[in-house]
């Protein structure tokens, strides 16, 4: 079995949130035939230690962190995903299969790209947020991972804008304010 981790999908400011529907949806269809067990096994028959993991996002998290880094060192960090808390999203970006760390500032109401406003609910099944374990039982073509790939490709290609928009943002977060010290917690 080989992982497809979307890299088509991916942009810059990807959450870890987003990192795992990503993983989900490209190996929704493969992975439907495997049971967690047999996952683990074949990751394990690459050398990589897996005796702490115990449920699929563990399994995700691990791929993720095999990915290349998009941000350099320096940029904000924010956190990974906590599972704790309300996932806030812009509806758009949803679609795309794509949720950016930015998004959980609370203070942030818009989407600097598409400029729809951010929610905690999806706009069209009308539910939470899934949490990533709930985004292969969802049927809806907004917050699943059950997305075909030719509605995927359709909004995609009139979806021209990326995440490269919340540069700015992410720019301005990290620039540290003469006089002031702030942590986030």
């Not at 400029?115 to 609910?121: E, K, P």
């Not at 979806?159 to 919340?166: H, N, R, Y």
Request: with cysteine; proline share 5%.
């Amino acid at each position: 079995m080989r992982f497809n981790t979307g890299q088509f999908l991916r942009h810059e400011y990807e959450s870890t949130y987003g990192t795992q529907r990503r993983v989900l949806w490209a190996n929704r269809l493969q992975w439907r035939q495997h049971t967690n067990r047999s996952i683990k096994s074949e990751i394990q028959a690459t050398g990589i230690d897996v005796s702490a993991v115990e449920t699929l996002i563990d399994i995700i998290s691990i791929i993720h962190s095999l990915e290349p880094k998009m941000a350099s060192s320096d940029q904000l960090i924010l956190g990974g995903y906590n599972n704790d808390k309300a996932v806030r999203n812009c509806p758009e970006c949803a679609r795309l299969i794509y949720h950016s760390f930015l998004y959980q500032l609370p203070w942030l109401e818009y989407c600097p790209i598409h400029q729809c406003q951010i929610v905690q609910h999806c706009p069209d099944c009308g539910l939470p947020w899934p949490k990533p374990h709930e985004c292969r039982s969802r049927r809806c073509a907004t917050c699943s991972v059950n997305i075909d790939l030719a509605i995927l490709a359709e909004r995609l290609r009139t979806g021209t804008k990326t995440a490269s928009e919340l540069r700015q943002l992410a720019t301005i977060l990290a620039t540290p304010l003469r006089g002031y010290q702030c942590a986030l917690r």
